[in-house]
Structure formats: structure tokens, C-alpha cells
């Protein structure tokens, strides 16, 4: 079903949820067991949920006595090998509450580019799912070198609703939804819907921020949405806070609507049957 309404994601076939590190990373490791909860509750629906996830390497900074994200490749490297391991174990302690596996799968933007390595990713993270798998997606930031430095989960996630045909895309940010400029300025309002094409200039939504967890911003995360919605994926851009809502059609962020003229995307596999461990 093309979500073309954030009220239909409740009811959608296959979404793609993507969270950034400051969301579930140091003291707010905490916010993976609600986020859990939301995708268990709409893979409950009858919902296929592909989560893109960050936070690798934020996650291996206090095991690692590291005080902020490294500023060189190689110890940013080391650190998204040791997070990831961490990252994956949590997020598998919590899905065992709920009987439900994760299956990692670790890509490039530049993996996506490439016409073999995207036909391997699909029928990947299809056969996890037509396995009662949830497909937990990463940037591989072991051998990623752009993207390690500025960051591009969101843009990631983007790419991966295209290829595996999702009807909707949710990004999880820090705030509710998006302003017309940051939201501690004076004046600022929030932006409910955005219609494919509209021309959002007038909008101050700030550059790529950098801080000492991870990468990323308003401004990536329009990029992206608008990169999704240009392939005919609604994308909800809210806080991670309320992905519970957000996965049950409330009224919550900002939407993105859809091209109505987006070439038809590939179908998706059945959900299984799959027994409670």
C-alpha cells in the first residue's frame, strides 16, 4: 500500500525507521526498549519494519574512555567495530523480549550504487524479513571513509526505503517535528506537511552538525526526505520519543507527501508465521 498520509502507516505493508545517535547512545540507551516496543507493536499490525540505526561509534566511546566522538579515521573506525557489537547486543536483549531476532546488515552509500551489490542488498534484507527477521541497517563505518566524516545515516535510510520498496520512511530526530528555523530562535513554527515540490527556501533549517556523539541535523534530514519522497516514499520526519505514535498514524511531525508520479515500486513478501521464542 503507498502511504500517500501519515494516518496510513498504521496500516502501511513495509516502513523503514531510522534513528541517529544522540536518540539511543550514552544516557539514552534507555529510548531502544520504547523504540523496540513501537516496532514490535507494528510488526504485531502485520507490518514489515526495516530499522536504520546509528550510533556506533558513539556507543563505544565510554567502553573505549574515549570523552568525545574521535576526530581521526582510524580510532573512528576502532570505535564503530567495538560500538556496533554493543549496539546490536542491545538491541537483541530487548527484541528478546518480544521473541523477535535481529539480522544485521552493514552497508555504504557507495554499496548502493552499485548494481550488484544493490541487487544482493534487497534480496537480503528480503529473505530476513520473509524470515521474521527484523534487518537492522548501519552505515559500515569500518571501511567507510566520506561517510564516517559527515555523517549520512539519514541519507542511508533514504536509499534503503527506494530499494526495498517501503511505503513509508520515518526519521527519528531529537525534536517533535520541523521548524521554519531552529526552533530556540524567536519566531520559529513548527511545519506539519510538506507537499512534493514545494519549495522550501524560505526555511532556515541550519547546516550538518557535528557534535560529540555522532553527525546529522535538520538539514540532512530534509535532504533525505526529500530524496525519498522524490521515489514515492512518504517520510515522517518526529522525535524518537514518539515513535510510538508516529508508527500508529497519529498526527505527529512533519510529513513529507509523496511524488504522485513515482515510478511503481517493487512489491514485498508475505509476513510469516513465526512462533514466540
Request: hydrophobic share 45%; glycine share 10%; aromatic share 4%.
Amino acid at each position: 500500500m503507498s502511504v500517500q498520509d501519515r494516518s496510513q502507516i498504521a496500516g502501511a505493508q513495509r516502513v523503514v525507521v531510522k534513528v541517529g545517535s544522540s536518540s539511543i547512545s550514552g544516557e539514552n540507551h534507555y529510548r531502544i526498549e520504547s523504540i523496540v516496543d513501537a516496532l514490535a507493536a507494528a510488526r504485531a499490525r502485520g507490518t514489515q519494519v526495516v530499522l536504520v540505526s546509528s550510533g556506533a561509534i558513539a556507543t563505544a566511546l565510554p567502553f573505549l574512555h574515549l570523552e568525545g566522538r574521535p576526530s581521526d579515521l582510524a580510532t573512528q573506525q576502532a570505535a564503530a567495530a567495538v560500538g556496533q557489537n554493543v549496539l546490536m547486543w542491545r538491541y537483541q536483549t530487548s527484541l528478546d523480549r518480544h521473541g523477535m531476532l535481529a539480522g544485521q546488515v552493514l552497508l555504504t552509500a557507495g554499496d548502493l550504487e552499485n548494481p550488484a551489490h544493490r541487487a544482493n542488498a534487497r534480496r537480503a534484507v528480503d529473505r530476513l524479513l520473509g524470515l521474521g527477521v527484523l534487518p537492522i541497517v548501519n552505515e559500515n563505518d569500518t571501511v567507510a571513509t566520506h561517510e564516517i566524516r559527515f555523517g549520512d545515516n539519514d541519507r542511508l535510510a533514504a536509499l534503503v526505503a527506494e530499494l526495498i520498496g517501503a511505503d513509508a520512511l520515518v526519521l527519528l530526530s531529537d525534536i517533535e517535528s520541523l521548524y521554519t528555523r531552529p526552533p530556540s530562535e524567536p519566531g520559529a513554527e513548527a511545519i506539519s506537511t510538506v507537499d512534493f515540490g514545494d519549495d522550501l527556501s524560505r526555511y532556515e533549517f541550519g547546516s550538518v552538525v557535528v557534535n560529540s556523539v555522532g553527525t546529522g541535523g535538520a538539514a540532512t534530514k530534509v535532504s533525505a526526505a526529500r530524496l525519498a519522497a522524490a521515489a514515492g516514499v512518504g517520510v515522517l520526519v518526529t522525535s524518537a520519543d514518539l515513535v510510538s505514535s508516529a508508527l500508529s498514524g497519529a498526527d505527529v511531525g512533519t510529513w513529507f507527501a509523496p511524488n504522485p508520479v513515482a515510478p511503481v515500486r517493487s512489491g514485498t513478501t508475505p509476513m510469516p508465521t513465526v512462533p514466540s521464542a
